[in-house]
């Protein structure tokens, strides 16, 4: 298991030094396009991205570094922030690497909640996650992880990288404590980024990764992708109109339809990273004027958060399918498609 990280405040030798873009987070670099080198979105497109404070949200807290920092939040619907880059030359597998990188918690942070209609606070602690890959947003493997955050002051952690394959990209993930118990609403904030340094490895033993616990950016594994499925599939459901995964925010009143849009989110991210897997949606004909338009719906949800057609298919669910669903809510079943399977459905 990666290295928890703690409060440190040594400096290290800048030899051998791969270099961050932007590491104080500066307002004036691109942010959230892959076609710059700075930092991009990998958050949830229910939700606003992570911001660069200070000044939103009730947020006053001086920089540790420059004039700007960044704030990441996790949210009770189960969504969460999430930041990324491309490296500029990659880490390489069987060396260790260290980087440093200051958190804290503001006193204050205040947003709105869908699900209690107006503003609550996100003061719970959360910590922070670092992954690497070989795309943007990528959980490939997690390099590392710190202590939970409570300190209301800037603080370095010392984390220390020892990557298993070659990363090119990493990406920062706000996360919660424990989020398969109860999902919450927290806030980390994250300044003054170190470069990332190779250093001597320890021939300390790694702790295997307990990977029941993590609901990553994406899944690292088929049986964690049908966990994804399982866990917020009940959650999606459709209004007496249209299906409730609408676009565009309301911010007079809470509506069920945002949870389930952040929910579909998180499935269909999951399902880009599998190729060869295919999701069955099955849709409830309830009423029976809607089914088409339903499908239709959802056919084109996933084709624009961009999945393959070959990686689904929406069907009519039928009462006397034998399939095994790994999730149902009162109008959508889901399940991924079985060996040898060649259900053909409206995508």
Known sequence: MPALAWPFDNARSQADTVFISNPSFEADVALFSQDTAGWVDCGFLSEAPAAIQPGQYDVRMAPKDQRYYMSLVVRENYTWDAIGQKLE?????GKCY???VYLAQSPHYVDYARR????VRYNNPIQLFIWGGSGFCQA????AETAVVKHKNWQAYQLVFRPQKPVYYITLHAYYLNPLAAA???HILVDNASHIVSIPCTDQPEEPLDAGKVLTLSPPSLEA??????LHGPHIIFSSKKLELEEKADTDFFRPEYLSYAHMSVIA???RWFAGQKLIIGIKPRPKRQLDARIEYISQYLRDRGLKPEQFTVVVYEKTDNAAWLAESPDIALRLAQDGESERGRE
């Open 269 to 271: 991210k999951g399902v």
């Open 184 to 186: 919450y609403n927290g």
């Open 140 to 143: 490939g493997q997690l390099l």
């Open 98 to 100: 260290e980087w440093t």
């Open 225 to 230: 992708l049908e966990r994804y499925i399982s």
């Open 89 to 93: 030359k990659p880490l390489e597998p």
């Open 116 to 119: 209690h209609a107006g503003k």
